[in-house]
């Protein structure tokens, strides 16, 4: 089996994974979350480095030909440099993307103010990422970034739909319109985010565009897929999915098992 390997801090990254196996049922695929060490969010560089590098390393010796890093913090924090200066010693011909120049890619398509928030991890915020890739591909647009350090808490200890939540993701979206009223869309720049969308619903603006990630994740990799022959002929078809998790199996199987409203058979390594 040559699957297409997904990896996350934590559940997050299952948001990515739901959307693109809905598009693309046909390919098999591994999910790897490094709940143990999660959140990556608060980590300095050189550890989402070395977390990162640790997960693409386990994901190629499962014989992936591409690894999807559908966690904004590892694509903003260490895309660049395994792309860079790991693949092309270790392993030419296979590939890792990410998550953010997708999301940058289409967000221009939908901001009529040209102002746009984006909610994400502090790491994500502070490297400026989506700022950067924003502005190369849309240079009008203001852009507006805010860290919401407890959402990642919430999703990983299920309290996603609980009343606890509701205080969190209001004080959050307030304080992001009060900094841009002109904000008319909002990217959720963190693959967990899109757990917590019934209350981020709830106390936005029914004027402002929410754009959650997975969707467009999925439609650029089809399109990526195309265009890479060379790496898709490599994928194996057989519609399967495994997941492992660097925390406890039982655990990750309930949880995952909400967030996907199906059972699953999880492995720890
Ligand atoms: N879900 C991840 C992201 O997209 C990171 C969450 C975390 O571990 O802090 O940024």
């Known amino acids: 089996m040559t699957p297409i390997g997904i990896f996350d801090s934590g559940y997050g990254g299952l948001t990515i994974l739901d959307s693109i196996r809905k598009l693309m049922p046909q390919y098999d695929y591994i999910y790897f979350g490094d709940n143990a060490r999660a959140p990556y969010g ?16 386990k994901l190629f010796e499962m014989d992936c030909p591409l690894i999807i890093l559908g966690c904004n913090t590892a694509s903003a924090k260490a895309l660049r440099n395994i792309q860079q200066n790991y693949l092309p010693g270790a392993y030419p011909d296979r590939r890792v993307l990410g998550v953010i120049r997708p999301t940058a ?31 190369k591909l849309f240079p009008e647009c203001t852009i507006t970034g805010l860290a919401c350090p407890m959402w990642v808490p919430l999703v990983e200890n299920c309290e ?19 900094m841009d009223p002109l904000i008319d869309t909002i990217i959720l720049g963190c693959t967990h985010y899109p757990l917590l969308i019934n209350k981020i619903k709830q106390y936005c603006p029914e004027n402002i565009m929410i754009i959650s ?23 194996s078809r057989g519609g399967s999915c495994k997941y492992y998790t ?18 699953i058979e999880v492995e720890r390594i």
């Open 42 to 57: 608060t980590r300095s560089f050189d550890v989402v480095y070395e977390f990162t590098l640790e997960a693409v390393q």
């Open 105 to 135: 890619e289409i967000v221009g398509n939908y901001t009529r103010s040209h102002h746009i928030g984006v909610l994400a991890t502090e790491g994500t915020i502070k490297s400026n990422s989506y700022t950067l890739e924003i502005q």
């Open 160 to 178: 996603f739909d609980k009343p606890s939540a509701d205080y969190f993701v209001k004080e959050r979206i307030d304080t992001l319109l009060s």
């Open 213 to 235: 990630q997975g969707q467009y994740i999925a439609d650029s990799l089809k399109d990526y897929l195309k265009r890479h022959p060379e790496i898709d002929s490599r994928i």
């Open 246 to 263: 660097s925390e406890s199996p039982e655990r990750f199987g309930e949880s995952a098992s909400i967030f996907l409203n199906q059972k």
